[in-house]
């Protein structure tokens, strides 16, 4: 008889996995996140069957714990533009917060590894705050995934440089912003 499952096991190996991701790629072999986790290689088969859904569900976890920070403070009602910087600027401070993690959840953006449902999944999960950038006129016709990317590519750029001039983590914000707003922007 197996032993039973833990939510704290199941979290170490999902950060364990990013973390591992984060630093060496999607490539990166299980026995390496298992030991990150200190647990044995098999004990995070039992909690994730395959590696495909072990990255699926960090891809989750991420999003979620990066939602959980955007919405905290979420302006709901407020205008577009506003509901957008609100957005930005959540999600950088966030990442500089969680650079591995931000790493991770990029990486994963941009695989084949991620199931049309696990991106369907999160893609419901921030429906609520704005309209996706893939609505945006200068994605009309693109994959949504492209959009997203281009969004996470920008903050990771923005993260990149804020995190070099830490005084200046304000003034890159605010240029990552003009720049993800232009995008929204029929002009």
Known sequence: MSRPRSEEKRLALLNAAAETVAAH????PTALM???AEVAEGTLFRYFPTKDELLNEVYRHLNGCAYEAISKDFPAGAPLEI???SVWNSYIDWGLANRAANEAMTQLAASSV???STRAEVEA???GLVPGLSE????KGQSPYFADA???ALAKITMDFASCERDRVEAYKASGFAMIWRLYSKD
């Open 150 to 152: 281009v969004f996470m």
């Open 125 to 127: 999960m921030f429906a």
């Open 25 to 28: 790629g999607l490539g990166a």
């Open 114 to 116: 991620l199931t049309s």
């Open 34 to 36: 298992a030991k990150k």
């Open 83 to 85: 509901r957008v910087r």
């Open 136 to 139: 945006a006129d200068l994605f």
